[in-house]
């Protein structure tokens, strides 16, 4: 391709309200475009890139057993409806109605789609297992589109689902996709971790998530050197935190005025913060209280508190009337004598002795409490509900914890029979017996992939890509392409480098040398080529590699046989 040809707007500035580096190169070197908050197109350099992603992936699904097939965007609410998820999904579900008034949704995702399209067609586990996957975009209204491609509204997604005829193999469906994936963001040269994940609103078995490493990212993973633990902060399971046993003092009431927060209590009673109980208030859609309790210097994690109440599919912060109702008052809740409340206590904190917690009453907390004997064992849910925290014990080998940040690039998923059970979706087994699907759900977030890839790979200069996934791989550039001598000897390279099925580009465009430099550099080509007017004198040809900045000089015989080596090493 040459540049003269080509549509690669680039820019000085970046857009005003670009947060992320990924964002303002993106839009800076003629990727992107907004049309709409959290909606872009997608310019030739910036496909060509997308289209690249897609190719890993689509070799990489096929590998492991896919089939392509392509799916409606727009769906109808009634087998969402059939799910039960209509009503769940909330107001990031875009829906609209036709000139009949009929309901539809833009889909977010493809379970309930696929799951009734194979229903009626795969009757027998002979078809088994299946996997299918496509391709295509997705509609979220997210509450926030930020970030440019990293969280938009329409975005590419690649999604595959897999159906089996039993457990063994889901589980088999499960790791084929885990080891693609490993092999796709490999060869995107992604630096990314798997870690076990929360199923989130989808539901099921188990999961991970492919977590590309980036401070700027907006998962928070805990992972440990010693040993392969990793897992977002959402789902981390921890360990109890044991307390030294202590003599056990009488529960008290005390004063506390104004004390409503655990810092404000700690202070004013003198003790240290691991001796105080600290309480977080939620409620459901149906306005149940819940109440989870942490010790004092630990989070609560509210996933895990959702996953203990039957039937939660969000929790919001209480209303302070629900908890006068419950008999007890903000900033000074304890399990201690309320009874209208779901109440979890985290495990750790069935291990204290001695602590601070509120009094349910204003201005009071109760002082000794020990949780073991002061708490009604019968009234309250004891679980793991704390946030995980750098320093925690490994739950596999003890170790302490590290945390880093990171952006979710895609996730595997075992869904069991929840869709197929919600939705029907039946097959004979070798009995003759009618049995629901076991199936899974995989995904890949097209767009974010690329957005992450340019996270970790930039400098002040632009975006410095991997060579599998570069709009192009070699760009090559004669100084003075008003020079026909230059033009010609550049052509020349040009040709040879295409015909080794090199995919490179020609920066033909009669522009100062500077400015397709910087272009080159903004754009991030892995290598590229000069020719000069010392080129032709000397017969030596300039080739920069983007990410060291080194410049090596090649024989005019050689050139293409070093770029083919030096390729491979990007
Ligand atoms: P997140 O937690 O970041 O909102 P998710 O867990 O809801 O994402 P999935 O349903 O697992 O997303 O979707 C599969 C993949 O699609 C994600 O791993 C991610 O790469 C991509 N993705 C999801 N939401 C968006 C979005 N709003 N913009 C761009 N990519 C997205
Ligand atoms: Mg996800």
Known sequence: MKATQLYAPTLRESPAEAELISHKLMFRAGFIRKAAGGIYSYLPLGWRTMKKIMQIIREEMDSAGGQEIMMPIVQPAEIWQESGRWAVYGPEMMRLKDRHGREFALGPTHEEMITTLIRDEVKSYKQLPLLLYQIQNKYRDERRPRFGLMRSREFVMKDLYSFDKDVDGMNISYQKMYDAYDRIFKRCGLKFRPVEADNGAIGGGHSHEFTALASSGESSIAYCENCDFAASDEKAELKIIKSAPEELKPLEKVQTPACHTIELVKNFLNVPIEKTIKAVAFMDDDERLILAFVRGDHDVNEIKVMNCVEGANHLYMAEEKLINAAGSCAGFMSPIGISDAIIIVDATVMEMYNAVAGANEIDAHFINVTPKRDFNAEKIIVADIRMVQEGDPCPKCGKPLKMTRGIEVGQVFTLGKK??????????????????????????????????????????????????????????????????????????????????????????????AGVKFKDCDLIGYPLRVTISPKTLESGNVEVKIRRSGEFMNFARAEVVKNILELLKTL
């Open 419 to 512: 869709y197929s059970e919600a939705l029907n979706a039946k097959f004979l087994d070798e009995d003759g017996k009618e049995r629901f699907f076991e199936m899974g759900c995989y995904g890949i977030g097209v767009g974010r992939t690329m957005a992450a890839a340019i996270e970790q790979n930039n400098d002040a200069d632009g975006i410095i890509w991997n060579k599998n996934i570069a709009p192009f791989e070699v760009v090559v550039v004669p100084v003075n392409a008003k020079d026909d001598k230059q033009l010609a000897y550049a052509e020349e390279i040009y040709n040879e480098l295409a015909k080794s099925g090199v995919d490179v580009l020609l920066d033909d465009r009669k522009e100062r």
